[in-house]
């Protein structure tokens, strides 16, 4: 089955304790994203990635890291994780292609810094 | 910048009855708009894109979409809901770098009523 799968699903951790957050797509996509859903401002892009070893900033990457070794893994790292970066975090990813133009979004990882 | 509006936070329609999902966008150029539907606890699943030709577009579990560049509107319809369409409903426009990033309206959350 095609599909994006992030985990954990769930996680609590405490401010400071670094953690990765792992996405695998298993549809050979080239696009990559990371997007975080907070109450009353939807979705946010923070990273996205074009291609192996290609990354650049959304619109919210501050206290987050990306890396795309491989083509199906895009992981998200907090190094040091802080109580505002509690959310609902998910990864998508897409072929190039202006027919492909939808993202497919994994199920989610909800966050919770305390 | 681009943006995406959805001017209702909350909608509740009896079953059986219509619906209609308002979307505005700002884009300089030709848009591609999409609509995407989350459930509770689940990921986001795309309903229908629409990027050129007929301005009405079909998507699956039976909803359709209206694109009216003169409103710069993107709405969202069906003519007869089900109690399995209460969803958070979200319109996003692509933008960035090769398409590579969506933007979203802060979502419009669907209940049905019996």
């Known amino acids: 089955e095609a599909q994006v799968t992030q985990n954990p699903r769930y996680l609590i951790t405490v401010t400071g304790k670094k953690l990765t957050v792992t996405c695998s797509q298993n549809?050979?996509?080239?696009?990559m994203s990371w997007y975080r859903q907070d109450p009353g401002l939807g979705l946010r892009q923070i990273y996205y990635?074009?291609?192996?070893?290609?990354?650049d900033k959304g619109d919210v990457p501050e206290g987050y890291k990306v890396s795309r070794k491989e083509k199906r893994n895009f992981p998200l790292i907090l190094e040091s994780p802080s109580p505002n970066q509690t959310s609902l975090y998910f990864c998508?990813?897409?072929?190039?292609?202006?027919?492909?133009?939808?993202?497919?979004f994994g199920s989610g990882t909800r966050l919770t810094v305390v | 910048a681009q943006s995406v509006t959805q001017p209702d936070i909350h909608i509740t329609v009896s079953e059986g009855a219509s619906l209609e999902l308002r979307c505005n966008y700002s884009?300089?150029?030709?848009?591609?708009l999409f609509w995407y539907v989350q459930s509770p606890g689940q990921g986001l699943q795309l309903l229908l894109k629409?990027?050129?030709?007929?301005?009405l577009v079909q998507g699956i579990k039976g909803f359709e979409a209206e694109f009216k560049r003169s409103q710069s509107s993107f709405n969202l319809r069906k003519p007869s809901v089900h109690w399995s369409d209460a969803a958070e409903y979200f319109c996003?426009?692509?933008?960035?770098?090769?398409?590579?990033?969506?933007?979203f309206g802060k979502g419009t959350t669907l209940s049905v009523s019996s």
């Open positions: 884009y300089g150029a030709t848009p591609y």
């Open positions: 996003a426009v692509g933008a960035g770098q090769a398409g590579t990033a969506l933007i």
């Open positions: 990635s074009m291609n192996v070893e290609v990354t």
């Open positions: 549809m050979n996509h080239e696009y």
């Open positions: 629409y990027f050129s030709g007929d301005t």
């Open positions: 998508a990813s897409r072929s190039r292609g202006l027919a492909n133009y939808g993202y497919t």
